[in-house]
Nanobody, 123 residues
Framework: QVQLIESGGGLVQAGGSLRLSCAAS????????MAWFRQCPGKEREFVAG????????YSSDIVNGRFTISRDNAKNTMYLQMRSLKPEDTAVYYC????????????????WGQGTQVTVSS
């Protein structure tokens, strides 16, 4: 098991930027695939971006469209999501998740979740 804590959410105007962080506990951070999900109001949780254990990144093209960049720092046990050109439809609770080795896009594949951080984009 790994414990995850997200931070960096907040209120931003459309077109602005935010950087989310996900800090993980434990010594085996590098063995996990890490991912960002989000849950927009009234919608199901959806995959945004993720890293396989070996570092290759996967993005949801429908959501990201070149606006978001995911990164991880294994030395700091931390993953980041840099979000640019934010839109009101990006308003959601953003969650960090972890699973062994290979990233999956279904939230059902993840056992480890953070508590979420709220991102609100005003028009």
């Amino acid at each position: 098991q790994v414990q995850l804590i997200e931070s960096g959410g907040g209120l931003v105007q459309a077109g602005g930027s935010l950087r989310l962080s996900c800090a993980a506990s434990g010594r085996t951070f590098s063995s996990y695939a890490m991912a960002w999900f989000r849950q927009c109001p009234g919608k199901e949780r959806e995959f945004v971006a993720g890293f396989n254990r070996l570092g290759s990144a996967t993005y949801s093209s429908d959501i990201v469209n070149g606006r978001f960049t995911i990164s991880r720092d294994n030395a700091k046990n931390t993953m980041y999501l840099q979000m640019r050109s934010l839109k009101p439809e990006d308003t959601a609770v953003y969650y960090c998740a972890a699973r062994p080795a290979v990233v999956r896009t279904s939230p059902l594949e993840y056992d480890n979740w953070g508590q979420g951080t709220q991102v609100t984009v005003s028009s």
